[in-house]
């Protein structure tokens, strides 16, 4: 039951920013690129069959009603088998007045995806998502939660009224709470650091460098902001977060960092500076280190 209340406290300061959604359609067998993007991707298969593919991971498979939320900057490509979907699904997607990424390649059959660019993150506190490292994924029929606010979301697109986006917000972030929910109950590793977060001591040492992780932090500042010793401290954040505080504090800035250079034209100097590298070369090497390319080609990329 702790746990529980844990949860419930946790998934109550979620908030979610949503992107205009996306018709991606794949007619034929083909591939779709879309690289990466600073912030995390969501798709929702409207019909046909699939993959999503990663650079550094295991290909996901998709099919209709599948919801898949890849984290920040991590490069991937829609896939379709080809076969199955023939024309549009019942929604009639094509009604939407959104743009279309559209891929055409040989053989029958078409697979429509949702998609938007969304930002994840607690009241007050922006960085959030850069947490996630590998995707989250569910299928929306096995929770009525979901189905529902996937039904009443396509409703909304379809049919333009006063409040839409407020409203689509609303059930984006019932879905994300039905997803995070569903992760920790199943113990998915990729979201077990939601649960550090009802922790105090550790939420604010984490929020501290959330909100401005170019800071010159240090093990003894935020020990003091967690209210522990440094060796308490550092043990209970390992066991939370699955590295040393600097150590996450390095993946944080870096993480930070790719959005800064896909986001902006600010000069790779700057950007490292920013994050709190005092030296541009030092900065290239950790960031190619982390994301297997320099910063420049990174950003050409995205």
């Not at 992760?183 to 922790?199: K, Y």
Request: with cysteine; glycine share 10%.
């Amino acid at each position: 039951m702790a746990a529980d209340a844990d949860h419930d406290r946790i998934l109550s300061e979620l908030d979610i920013h949503a992107d205009p959604f996306a018709i991606c359609a794949l007619e034929g067998a083909c591939s779709l690129g879309l690289g990466r993007n600073p912030g995390s991707t969501l798709h929702y298969v409207l019909g046909g069959r699939g993959r999503i593919t990663f650079q550094t991971l295991a290909p996901l498979p998709l099919l209709p009603g599948r919801l898949v939320l890849v984290p920040a900057s991590l490069g991937h490509s829609l896939m379709n088998d080809g076969g199955g979907q023939v024309g549009l699904p019942a929604c009639e997607p094509a009604g939407l007045d959104l743009e279309r990424h559209i891929a055409m390649g040989k053989g029958d059959g078409n697979m429509l995806v949702l998609c938007s660019h969304v930002t994840l993150g607690m009241r007050d506190t922006h960085g959030l998502v850069d947490l996630l490292r590998t995707p989250l994924w569910m299928d929306v029929a096995q929770s009525g939660t979901a189905a529902g606010a996937m039904r009443a979301l396509m409703a909304e697109m379809t049919c333009p009224r006063a409040g839409r986006g407020a409203m689509i917000r609303v059930l984006l972030l019932q879905c994300m709470i039905e997803l995070l929910r569903d992760r920790l109950e199943a113990g998915d590793p990729a979201v077990l650091w939601l649960r550090a977060l009802a922790d105090p001591g550790l939420w604010q040492a984490l929020r501290t460098m959330l909100d401005d992780p170019g800071a010159p932090h240090s093990l003894e500042r935020l020990s003091e902001v967690a209210g522990m010793s440094r060796t308490r401290f550092a043990a209970r954040f390992q066991a939370a977060y699955g590295h040393a505080p600097m150590a996450f504090l390095r993946r944080l800035r870096l993480a930070r960092a790719a959005r800064l250079l896909a986001e902006t034209r600010q000069p790779v100097k700057r950007i490292a500076e920013k994050v709190g590298f005092r030296s541009r070369s030092a900065f290239t090497r950790a960031f190619a280190g982390e994301w297997g390319q320099s910063p420049r080609t990174f950003r050409k990329d995205v």
